[in-house]
């Protein structure tokens, strides 16, 4: 009897999460600047290099860690299972998509960003006048 375990297809991994938020391969490859087909052939292979899954990771908004680490399986059942026992036996389930949250979060978070980027750029343009 074999004990092998299941390989760790990192390429079938990035093609999951990026089907699950939504991305097409062109989108991924516009962002990464390279070409769709080369984005297959990225999802096609088991080993990805480091630097690469590091902005491939950006894009996907996602850790490398957590792309090598996904497990769809545990990810369903993470969230088929969910519920709430703080109302006594009522169970609440997930009733969302955990990862439209997160980009939710995400497109809060860069608002918030650009708004502080712009006041600091207001700020300097009224030191620069000052020292006119």
Do not use: W
């Not at 004990?3 to 390429?11: E, L």
């Not at 490398?64 to 369903?76: L, P, Q, R, T």
């Not at 997160?102 to 006048?129: A, I, M, N, P, T």
């Amino acid at each position: 009897m074999s004990t092998a375990t299941k390989p760790n297809h990192v390429g079938q991994k990035i093609a999951r999460i990026r089907e699950l938020r939504g991305l097409k391969q062109e989108s991924l490859a516009y962002e990464l600047k390279v070409s769709q087909q080369t984005v297959s052939k990225i999802e096609q292979s088991e080993m990805v290099d480091e630097e690469l899954l590091e902005q491939i990771s950006k894009v996907l908004g996602v850790s490398a860690e957590g792309i090598k680490n996904f497990n769809e399986d545990a990810v369903f059942n993470y969230f088929n299972n969910f519920n709430d026992n703080s109302a006594g036996t009522f169970n609440h389930h997930c009733t969302f998509n955990p990862l439209d949250k997160l980009v939710e979060l995400f497109e809060e978070h860069k608002k918030l960003y650009e708004r502080l980027l712009q006041s600091e750029r207001e700020k300097l343009e009224l030191l620069k006048g000052k020292q006119d």
